[in-house]
Structures are given as structure tokens and as C-alpha cells.
């Protein structure tokens, strides 16, 4: 079992940055790849960034490429997602996910096990 909490969502202006955490506990955090993904009203989860196990690699959306970050420091089991320039289409509920069998990152929400409870971003033109 792994327990996902995010957190560092709020309402923001364009252009803006916000910094997104996800704390994991229940597994050995360095042993598996870790994702965010965002939904939107009325829209499917769409892959956002994901983090290999070491953090040596990292995977993004073209949409955040450029903008947004994700790292993770696997002493604290946590992982982040720093967004920068933020855009109003950015608006949605940002998921983080770890995917057990995976050493890198994936694209596909179905390879991932357990998700957090989401943290909704806002950003208001």
C-alpha cells in the first residue's frame, strides 16, 4: 500500500507560479516512477510530468514543457511539481501517482497504482 497526499494548490493570476508537493508513505519511495496528472471540467486525466526512481529522469506534457518542473528528494518521500507561467488552461484538479512496476515514468494513467486525493489549481486571467 502507498498513501499519496498532495497539497500546494490554490488561485493564482497568469503568470504566476505555484509549487506543488506529494508526500508518499507505505512503500520504499526510491523503488518506484511517480507522475502528476491534471483533470479538468468535463475532461479526461491528462499525463502532466513524471520522475523516474532516481529522479535521474524526468517526462513532460509539450502543453507544461518549459514551464513546469518535477523533481522529487526521495530522503523526504516526497515529490513536487514547480509551475511557473501559469496559464488559465493550467486550471484543474492536479493528481499525483506511483506506479510500483515501473522504474521510469509512464504517460498512461493505467500503469500507475495509487493516486492522492487531488489539489485543485486556479488561475485566473
Known amino acids: 500500500q502507498v498513501q499519496l497526499v498532495e497539497s500546494g494548490g490554490g488561485l493564482v493570476q497568469a503568470g504566476d507560479s505555484l509549487r506543488l508537493s506529494c508526500a508518499a508513505s507505505g512503500r520504499t519511495f526510491s523503488h518506484y516512477a511517480m507522475a502528476w496528472f491534471r483533470q479538468a471540467p468535463g475532461k479526461e486525466r491528462d499525463f502532466v510530468a513524471a520522475?523516474?526512481?532516481?529522479?535521474?529522469?524526468?517526462y513532460y506534457a509539450d502543453s507544461v514543457k518549459g514551464r513546469f518542473t518535477m523533481s522529487r528528494d526521495n530522503a523526504k518521500n516526497t515529490v513536487y511539481l514547480q509551475m511557473n507561467s501559469l496559464k488559465p488552461e493550467d486550471t484543474a484538479v492536479y493528481y499525483c501517482?506511483?506506479?510500483?512496476?515501473?522504474?521510469?515514468?509512464?504517460?498512461?494513467?493505467?500503469?500507475?497504482?495509487?493516486w492522492g486525493q487531488g489539489t485543485q489549481v486556479t488561475v485566473s486571467s
Open positions: 501517482a506511483a506506479a510500483l512496476a515501473l522504474f521510469s515514468g509512464s504517460y498512461y494513467p493505467h500503469e500507475y497504482d495509487y
Open positions: 520522475v523516474s526512481w532516481s529522479g535521474g529522469s524526468t
